[in-house]
């Protein structure tokens, strides 16, 4: 009984995310529009590395998955994004935190569920916008995408979404040693963005930092969810690369717990 009573709160926070992303809809649309501007200037510069190459690959890619990998990487950046990072600030510097301690709720789970409600309409459109601009670059270039890789990218990119929360929400604990976070959080994503692929690939950095960026949890991002529905992931490759996402989230997962009960000892609910 206490377990349904519990699933049901959970799922009520569900709810009041997927209410919160309605009605800030507009805010989604006009930050989907935002990546078209980088895809154009992707386009026009792959375009003309391509065209004065003068050979059929670079860095790996041919021309037409180097378009799709600017396509999908704008696309899957938008929807792993996280922007909650100021509310646990907020909680955490102004003391709004002690309502959730007073309360039978768990602060972690309601900002995983909070955050996947937010994600569930947005992640509907992203995922319709893929399939519909991979249905016509199949139809007017004749590349195949089949439904094993499609299949495939939907569990690395659900795989991708919890680490990149689980990624934020530790970056956001870290309110409770610094009270002005905003530009250090904004710093983090910029880096983040950039080296988990999310505006070039990480092979014109070198097999190096390919190698490197393998042991790390940012390419599982953007990078790697892009390449699996890319076709350039091998089957073997995509086993390891959920293996070691899986691996991430635990030690994410013992890593905030441990900083949030070193930090609930700084708590001293200022302003609450």
Not at 150 to 177: D, H, P, Q
Request: charged share 10%.
């Amino acid at each position: 009984m206490r377990i349904l009573e519990a699933q049901y709160k959970y799922l009520k926070v569900l709810g009041i995310g997927f209410k919160h992303s309605i009605e800030y809809r507009a805010d989604f649309v006009l930050g989907l529009l935002s990546c078209f501007f980088p895809i154009v200037i992707q386009y026009y510069l792959w375009t003309a590395i391509f065209t004065h190459s003068g050979t059929n690959s670079v860095f790996g890619y041919t021309y037409n998955q180097m378009l799709i990998y600017a396509v999908l990487a704008a696309l899957v950046t938008k929807l792993v994004s996280t922007d909650f990072e100021g509310e646990v600030t907020n909680d955490v510097r102004m003391g709004g935190l002690s309502k959730y301690l007073v309360q039978p709720i768990s602060y972690f789970f309601y900002r995983i569920y909070r955050f996947a409600g937010e994600k569930l309409l947005h992640a509907m459109i992203v995922f319709i916008l893929i399939m519909g601009f991979l249905f016509f670059y199949q139809v007017n270039n004749h590349i195949t995408i089949t439904l094993s890789q499609t299949l495939l990218f939907v569990l690395v990119i659900m795989l991708a979404l919890m680490l990149k929360f689980l990624i934020s929400y530790a970056v956001s604990v870290i309110a409770f040693w610094i009270h002005e976070c905003n530009g250090l959080f904004l710093a983090i994503n910029v880096i983040t963005v950039i080296i988990s692929g999310g505006i070039f690939p990480i092979d014109i950095f070198g097999d190096t930092a390919v190698s490197i960026s393998k042991s790390l949890p940012f390419y599982y991002l953007t990078y790697f969810p892009v390449n699996v529905l890319n076709g350039k992931v091998g089957f073997d490759d995509i086993y390891a690369g959920v293996v070691i996402q899986l691996i991430w989230i635990v030690i994410f997962m013992l890593f905030i717990k441990w900083l949030w009960r070193i930090g609930m000892k700084r708590y001293i609910a200022s302003g609450g």
